[in-house]
């Protein structure tokens, strides 16, 4: 079961303060910790120009953009790579990506626009804004639903949401009424949901569209020309095509209506501006500023959430970021409050997150908490190197070098890595190899009924001869293993349990009808 070539340009000041290490040193340095102030911009310039280029062929990032801030300005941007490995066309400048979730603090910004206004005040419920009806759609079920917290929902604020701290969910399946996963204020748990609630306010508020309200109070102010929260036709000729897992790129996808939590398009060079706004205070008061960057909950011992941001604090003093992940785009921005300083990178890829630690190590220095958190696995670790080598040798080459790879890392690769690696290789007919690996999750993790559930669903997909009988095996397999299963989400094992038992009643029928 499924588990769910270069051009840069710079503008910098007589005397830059960033450093980075010379590309012929960098690989026998450790990443430094502190932040990189003392560099020339001819030197910047030509580090980055060198570095990225190679990093993106080791981790198999198609394109890139990137920029950098300086006192609060941008000082530097650089397109790397390509829109799609089947056009070839590079990515420049003005190249559009899909922002994901970096479009959440623009939002944020917004909102502190119109709380200043006094349009909206963080503090106040958000269904006391709404009309009922529309908080009905909102959830798809009557506020008195038997079983649904409406005690918790009727104190959701505009704050609560934008520090992730609301308990509404994110992506969770409503069922049967929407979940709510503890009283909000009580702790952090990341929400888009909660920032399409707070969307709904905002337009019913205004009488206007999240385009509207984002154009007027942050795009048009700041200067973003290449920043839009939804698609337009021109966009075209501009925007890069996403990347999965495997490399292959895929269609556009055309947001006709805005989303608070992901529907951004933009370019780096855009968004480092509006991150230079947020460091420079331009355009909201002081209180205002303070208020959005000051951490609200707790996230980990080095992390907390804004309102709109993530805070890390370090030695180099407090940070804020954001990343993005709408999987086959992934992105990161992270800035330094007294220093002014800045990166944004924006990748068309499923691997661009793999690349943070060292797109930051090399462009403003610091400590990477944030990435800590996040837990995206970096591009040359040996779980990275498995899925390489999957894809580039096949599985059953792959499955030879585990031995090699485990000397450093006995548990890779992990089950979800090994599953989510298998259903991207049957998606793209890669059945064999798809097969194989769920095989060795089997083998690995035998307790597991989701392994035999997978391994199924592969020989199934396949349809070779008597692979409708082994899938029929492997399914009963999974529903019996299910009791002994150590997995704590017993919903999902009741899914497992249903959907295996429909499927052996189906692939028995088809069997009876050869």
């Not at 450093?19 to 030509?46: C, N």
């Not at 060198?50 to 000082?75: C, N, Q, T, Y």
């Not at 419920?125 to 008195?144: A, G, K, N, R």
Request: a negative charge.
């Amino acid at each position: 079961m499924r588990m769910y070539a270069s051009v840069s340009r710079f503008v910098l000041p007589a005397c830059l303060v960033l450093a980075l290490p010379t590309t012929d040193s960098a690989a026998q340095e450790a990443p430094p910790s502190r932040l990189l102030i003392d560099r020339e911009p001819a030197a910047l310039a030509a580090d980055l120009n060198a570095r990225i280029p190679d990093l993106m062929k080791r981790a198999r990032v198609p394109g890139l953009s990137i920029a950098i801030v300086h006192e609060g300005r941008v000082v530097w941007d650089g397109a790397f790579g390509v829109k799609s490995t089947e056009t070839g066309e590079p990515v420049t400048p003005e190249t559009l990506f899909e922002a994901a979730s970096l479009t959440k603090p623009l939002f944020a910004y917004a909102v502190m626009r119109l709380v200043e206004e006094g349009v909206l005040n963080l503090d106040t419920p958000l269904v006391q804004y709404l009309p009922q009806e529309e908080v009905e759609t909102f959830l798809t079920h009557p506020l008195d639903m038997a079983g649904f917290r409406r005690d918790w929902f009727e104190r959701v604020t505009g704050r609560h949401v934008l520090s992730h701290s609301s308990g509404l969910p994110h992506g969770e399946p409503i069922d049967p009424h929407y979940p709510l996963f503890f009283e909000p204020g009580a702790r952090f748990k990341y929400s888009a949901a909660g920032y399409y609630l707070l969307q709904l306010t905002a337009e019913h508020l205004t009488g206007t569209s999240l385009e509207q309200i984002a154009r007027e109070y942050v795009l048009d102010p700041l200067g973003m020309t290449h920043s839009s929260m939804i698609w337009r036709d021109d966009f075209e000729a501009a925007a890069a095509h996403g990347h999965g897992l495997l490399g292959t790129p895929e269609p556009f996808r055309k947001y006709r209506r805005a989303h608070a939590a992901a529907s951004m398009y933009t370019t780096a060079a855009d968004y480092a501006r509006f991150v230079g706004a947020v460091l420079n205070g331009e355009g909201l008061e002081p209180d205002a500023l303070a208020s959005m960057l000051t951490p609200e909950i707790e996230v980990d011992e080095h992390n907390t959430w804004s309102l709109g941001f993530g805070v890390q604090r370090d030695g180099n003093g407090d940070a804020f970021w954001q990343w993005g992940d709408y999987g086959i785009f992934r992105n990161f921005a992270i800035a330094y409050r007294k220093p002014k300083i800045a990166v944004v990178y924006l990748t068309n890829s499923f691997n661009g997150l793999s690349i943070a630690g060292e797109i930051v190590s090399h462009t403003i220095g610091g400590v990477l908490h944030a990435m800590d958190w996040l837990g995206y696995e970096p591009y040359d670790t040996p779980a990275a190197q498995f899925t390489s080598a999957v894809l580039e040798d096949g599985a059953e080459a792959a499955i030879q070098r585990l031995g090699e790879l485990r000397t450093s890392d006995p548990e890779v690769p992990g089950e979800n890595a090994i599953n989510s690696l298998g259903y991207a290789l049957l998606n793209a007919d890669r059945l064999d190899d798809a097969i194989m690996l769920f095989e060795l999750n089997v083998k690995e993790h035998p307790r597991s009924a989701n392994t035999y559930d997978s391994l199924a669903e592969g020989f199934m997909t396949r349809d070779a001869e008597g692979d409708i009988e082994r899938a029929i095996r492997y399914y009963r397999k999974s529903v019996a293993a299910i009791p002994n299963d150590p997995r704590p989400d017993k919903q999902f094992l009741e899914s497992l349990r249903v959907g295996g038992e429909q499927r052996i009643r189906e692939l028995e029928a088809r069997l009876k009808e050869r």
